[in-house]
């Protein structure tokens, strides 16, 4: 069973006022969701 929990994502996107962490928080965020689905395909879809 593949189970995700996600918490404060928003934490860190504007620290310190530089538009480059935002750029480095999407960037994360968008990698843990890629990683994701692709362990969810890898093991056969989400159990309910």
């Known amino acids: 069973m593949l ?3 996600l918490a ?3 934490l860190g996107h504007r620290q310190y006022g530089l538009e480059e962490r935002l ?3 999407n ?8 990683e994701l689905v ?3 395909e890898e093991r056969g879809g989400w159990t309910r």
Request: charged share 35%; hydrophobic share 45%.
């Open 3 to 5: 189970i995700a929990q």
């Open 8 to 10: 404060d994502v928003h």
């Open 23 to 25: 750029e480095d928080y």
């Open 27 to 34: 960037r994360a965020f968008l990698n843990a969701v890629d």
């Open 38 to 40: 692709r362990l969810r």
